[in-house]
């Protein structure tokens, strides 16, 4: 079983549409919760970061921690075409290594 | 946020010669800097994790002695890649940890490296 869970893909919504991006991680351990933003051929761009349960707002986009189900989402409100890219979720415990998922393909139609 | 800077972003080589990447943390001190690759439509592979002053820890299977890396200050990560063949063509990405108290150990990502052998 993979250290952290996430659906590749690839998703496609329209323009203006609410997205949903989900990871589940096998060790209670984890205490850090990221979420990423890679476009193609660029590194990967920190979007929201995470310590604790519950959720964190920041603009359009909004992250969720569910430390009981090992579960993490992100949310897209209003999403554009240039939210088109691929989304890495990533856990840490303390100042160890990143463990990411696979990343979720994303494509918001115009 | 926390800038990383990674150069050069694209480079070609020929086979058997040797390439730098320098990864830099602009605005914080790393005390850990981390190198991954990554092939296209996959996730990213942790190769070598690398702390300010020692010796890099590597992750299985990545050769040491074909990576070579060196973190000799707190804002400054080169990786080499050695005798460089066109298996080795990939984009290397590096990371910085900030560690300050505020910042919660976050991570940042620089914009890659896109190496070609030839």
């Known amino acids: 079983q993979k250290e952290v869970e996430q659906d590749p893909g690839p998703l496609s919504v329209p323009e203006g549409a609410i997205v949903s991006l989900n990871c589940t991680y096998s060790?209670?351990?984890?205490?850090?919760f990221m979420w990423y933003r890679q476009y193609s051929r660029k590194g990967p761009e920190l979007l929201m970061y995470?310590?604790?349960?519950g959720n964190k707002e920041d603009g359009r986009f909004t992250a969720q921690v569910d430390k009981s189900s090992k579960y993490i989402s992100l949310f897209i409100r209003d999403s554009q075409p240039s939210d088109s890219a691929t989304y890495l979720c990533?856990?840490?415990?303390?100042?160890?290594?990143?463990?990411f998922g696979q990343g979720t393909r994303l494509t918001i139609n115009p | 946020g926390a800038v990383v800077s990674q150069h050069p972003s694209w480079v070609i080589c020929k086979s058997g010669t040797s390439v730098k990447i320098e990864c830099r943390s602009l605005?914080?001190?790393?005390?850990?800097m981390f190198w991954y690759r990554q092939f296209p439509k996959q996730s990213l592979m942790l190769m070598a994790t690398s702390n300010e002053g020692s010796k890099a820890t590597y992750e299985q299977g990545v050769e040491k002695d074909k990576f070579l890396i060196n973190h000799a200050s707190l804002t400054l990560s080169t990786l080499t890649v050695t005798s460089a063949h066109p298996e080795d063509s990939s984009f290397y990405i590096c990371s910085a940890r900030d560690g300050t108290l505020s910042s919660g150990n976050t991570i940042y990502f620089g914009e890659g490296s896109w190496l070609t052998v030839v």
């Open positions: 060790n209670s351990a984890f205490q850090y």
């Open positions: 990533a856990v840490s415990q303390g100042a160890q290594k990143l463990v």
């Open positions: 605005d914080f001190q790393a005390t850990t």
């Open positions: 995470t310590y604790s349960s």
